[in-house]
C-alpha cells in the first residue's frame, strides 16, 4: 500500500466497527480513521474519539449531543448529532473509504451518500442490499464505486472469484453455521426464548443479526447480497449448513472444480481484506490448524424448522420492494422478540402476511423504497402489538 487509507466507520461501537478499529490498531501507519459514528454508546464512541482522534465524529440519538460534545470538543474534535450529519460528512474529501457496519435499514441512506461522493465502499450491512439491491448497485456503477463485501461469506466468494482470474463460475456454495437450534426440534425451537436464540455457537455479534441467525433470515439476507454483489440470480446460490464455520464460502465452476475460503471464525481479516485491498496484511489473529479442526461436515438447511429462509428467496424472485417490505417486516418482528413480546415462530409469520399485504412497485426510487419501509415496519409493529 502507498500511503496512508483514509477510513469512516459508520457504526463503530458495533462488533463490526469495534473489530475495524483492531485492524487499525495493528496498521496505525496504513490506516486513518476520520469519522466515527454511533447510535446510541455514547461512552464508547468517547472512548474510541480520545483513542484515535477522528476529525469528527456523530453520536445518531441527538439527546447525547451534550455529553458526547463536552468530552471532544476541547480535543478539537467535531461532534455532530443525527443521521443526516452522517450522510452530510461521508462526502468529506479527506475520507477514501466508507466502512458501514450500521445495524439494519438504516445503512442505506448514508451508503447511498457515500457513493455518490465517489467514496470505495466497504460493506457490512447487508439490509443495504437487500432492500435497495438495484438503486445502489445502478448508483454505483454509475460512479464508478467499488463495493467491497465485508461478511465473511462474501468476501470468501470475492476471493474464490479473484482466485479464479476472470473464469465463469456456475454456483456459489454460501455456507452456514445453522445457529443455536440446529440440532432442536420444531417444537423446542418454538418455545426458545430469546436468551437462548442469543448463544450463538461460533459468532460474536449484536443482538438483532444473532436473533436473525438463529432463524436463518441472516443467510436469507446473505443470499440477497450475493445476488446484488455478484450479479447471479437465486437460482445459482446454494446454501449449505457447515456447523464448524471453517469454510466462509465456495465457488463452482464449469468444470466442476470448487474453490473454498478458509480461516478461523474472526471478522478481523474479512474487514482487513476489504480496508487493504488487493493487498493482503499480516494480522495478529490465530491461524487455521488443520489437524486441531479434525472434520468438516455439511448439511441441507431445514426449511421447516427455519422459514424465513424460504421467505427470502420468495422475495428477491418477486423483486421490486418486496425484498425492502421483508426487511422491514423483520427489523419489526425481532425487535419484539428481543422484548419478549412475541415467539419465536411469530418473525416469520409476521415476514410472510407483510410480504402478501405491501403494494408491490416494481422498480421503486429511493423515496418508494424509504415509504415501503416505514410502511412495512409500522404493519408489522401493529402485528407484535396484536400478539
Same mark, same amino acid.
Given at each position: !500500500? ?13 462488533s463490526?466497527?469495534?473489530q *475495524? ?18 447510535n ?10 480520545i ?32 443521521? +443526516? ?7 468529506a ?17 448514508p ?15 447487508k439490509?443495504?442490499?437487500? *432492500? ?8 454505483a ?7 467491497? $463485501?465485508?461478511d ?7 476471493? /474464490? ?14 455456507? &452456514?453455521?445453522?445457529?443455536? @437450534?440446529?440440532?432442536? =426440534?420444531?417444537d423446542?425451537?418454538?418455545? &426458545?426464548?430469546r436468551? =437462548? ?27 440477497? =447480497? &450475493? /445476488? ?14 457447515? $456447523? ?8 463452482? @465452476? ?7 475460503? !478458509?480461516?478461523?471464525? +474472526? ?19 490465530r491461524?487455521l +490448524? ?7 461436515t ?12 424460504e421467505l ?18 423483520? =427489523?419489526? &418482528?425481532?425487535? *419484539?422478540?428481543?422484548?419478549d ?13 407483510? !410480504? ?8 421503486? +426510487? ?22
Amino acid at each position: !500500500m502507498t500511503g496512508k487509507r483514509h477510513i469512516a466507520i459508520l457504526g463503530s461501537t458495533g462488533s463490526i466497527g469495534r473489530q *475495524a478499529l483492531d485492524v487499525v490498531r495493528q496498521h496505525r501507519d496504513l490506516f486513518e480513521v476520520e469519522l466515527l459514528t454511533a447510535n446510541n454508546n455514547s461512552q464508547l464512541l468517547v472512548e474510541q474519539a480520545i483513542e484515535f482522534n477522528p476529525g469528527s465524529v456523530v453520536i445518531c440519538n441527538e439527546e447525547k449531543y451534550d455529553e458526547v460534545a463536552e468530552v471532544l470538543q476541547p480535543k478539537d474534535i467535531k461532534v455532530f448529532a443525527g443521521m +443526516d450529519s452522517v450522510c452530510s460528512l461521508v462526502k468529506a474529501e479527506d475520507i477514501d473509504i466508507v466502512l458501514t457496519a450500521l445495524v439494519g435499514f438504516s445503512g442505506l441512506r448514508p451508503t447511498i451518500s457515500a457513493i455518490e461522493a465517489g467514496k470505495v465502499i466497504a460493506l457490512a450491512n447487508k439490509e443495504t442490499l437487500v *432492500a435497495g439491491g438495484s438503486l445502489v448497485t445502478e448508483l454505483a456503477a454509475k460512479h464508478n464505486v467499488p463495493i467491497l $463485501p465485508v461478511d465473511s461469506e462474501h468476501s470468501a466468494i470475492f476471493q /474464490c472469484l479473484l482466485a479464479a482470474g476472470g473464469n465463469r463460475f456456475t454456483r456459489i456454495h454460501l455456507t &452456514a453455521s445453522g445457529g443455536p @437450534f440446529r440440532t432442536w =426440534e420444531k417444537d423446542r425451537i418454538a418455545k &426458545a426464548t430469546r436468551n =437462548e436464540a442469543l448463544k450463538h455457537p461460533q459468532w460474536t455479534m449484536g443482538a438483532k443479526i444473532t436473533i436473525d441467525s438463529a432463524t436463518m433470515m441472516n443467510k436469507g439476507f446473505e443470499m440477497i =447480497e &450475493a /445476488c446484488w454483489l455478484f450479479n447471479t440470480g437465486p437460482e445459482k446460490i446454494n446454501i449449505v449448513i457447515h $456447523p464448524q464455520s471453517v469454510i466462509h464460502s465456495m465457488v463452482e @465452476f464449469e468444470d466442476g472444480a470448487v474453490l473454498a475460503q !478458509m480461516g478461523h471464525p +474472526d471478522m478481523r481479516e474479512p474487514i482487513q481484506f476489504a480496508l487493504s485491498f488487493p493487498e493482503r496484511l499480516a494480522l495478529d489473529n490465530r491461524k487455521l +490448524d488443520f489437524a486441531s479442526v479434525g472434520s468438516l461436515t455439511f448439511e441441507k438447511p431445514d426449511s421447516g424448522k427455519f422459514p424465513c429462509l424460504e421467505l427470502a428467496f420468495e422475495a428477491i424472485k418477486k423483486g421490486g420492494n418486496i425484498p425492502c417490505a421483508m426487511n422491514a417486516a423483520n =427489523e419489526a &418482528a425481532v425487535a *419484539a422478540y428481543l422484548e419478549d413480546r412475541i415467539g419465536f415462530y411469530d418473525i416469520p409469520d409476521i415476514i410472510s402476511r407483510c !410480504m402478501g399485504e405491501v403494494s408491490f412497485i416494481r422498480k421503486p +426510487d429511493i423515496g418508494e423504497i424509504l415509504s415501503t419501509n416505514d410502511e412495512t415496519y409500522a404493519r408489522a409493529a401493529e402485528m407484535c402489538r396484536q400478539r
